[in-house]
């Protein structure tokens, strides 16, 4: 019995020396350790481009719309709020998709520019407070503010609990442009 326990042990530890010495897997062993990580940062990478891409064309959408109020191109006159929430989501439709279904946004004229909200407005659930907002165009010479929301799905399983501030694994992206009309 201790001859075949010490036969055991031999071939053991040959095998084990065998390994050692030999290198072929090694490349495919580190390519293994490292592939998950790199993968993780990869994607964390691109979600968080794709995001940031996403809500500086929010922000260009708002500043535009914004420009044409303030000059004059539209108005309470040849604009209602369909036409304006089509114009808006025409603009940001290459990065949400069409229809806009997670679009919110507030149009208001204010008395002065400290009036102007400047938090965001989130309620207790953790979701976009909608309480307040509306469309209201103002005329020659008043201050406005138009705010734009948008809930943006957080892609990679990952990243949903890293990025996502919103209910429903959604993260808000958002841009505000406050202006005084030209006198038209």
């Not at 940062?41 to 940031?52: K, Q």
């Amino acid at each position: 019995m201790a001859d075949r326990t010490y036969q055991l042990r031999t071939r053991i530890r040959r095998l084990v020396e065998r390994l050692e010495k030999d290198r072929r897997g090694a490349t495919a062993i580190e390519f293994s350790m490292l592939a998950i990580p790199f993968a993780m940062l990869a994607f964390a990478i691109l979600e968080s481009t794709v995001s940031f891409t996403a809500e500086e064309v929010i922000n260009r959408a708002a500043s535009k719309l914004g420009r044409q109020f303030q000059t004059g191109q539209l108005t309470a006159a040849n604009t209602d709020e369909t036409t304006f929430r089509n114009l808006l989501c025409n603009e940001i439709s290459i990065m949400v998709g069409g229809g806009c279904p997670e679009l919110v946004y507030d149009l208001q004229n204010y008395t002065s520019f400290a009036a102007v909200p400047t938090s965001l407005p989130i309620d207790l659930t953790g979701d976009i407070d909608v309480t307040g907002f509306g469309y209201n165009v103002g005329g020659a010479g008043t201050i406005n503010s138009l705010r734009v929301f948008y809930r943006w799905p957080v892609m990679t399983d990952m990243l949903k609990a890293h990025m996502s501030n919103l209910p429903d694994n959604k993260t808000l992206l958002y841009a505000t442009v406050t202006w005084k009309n030209e006198g038209f």
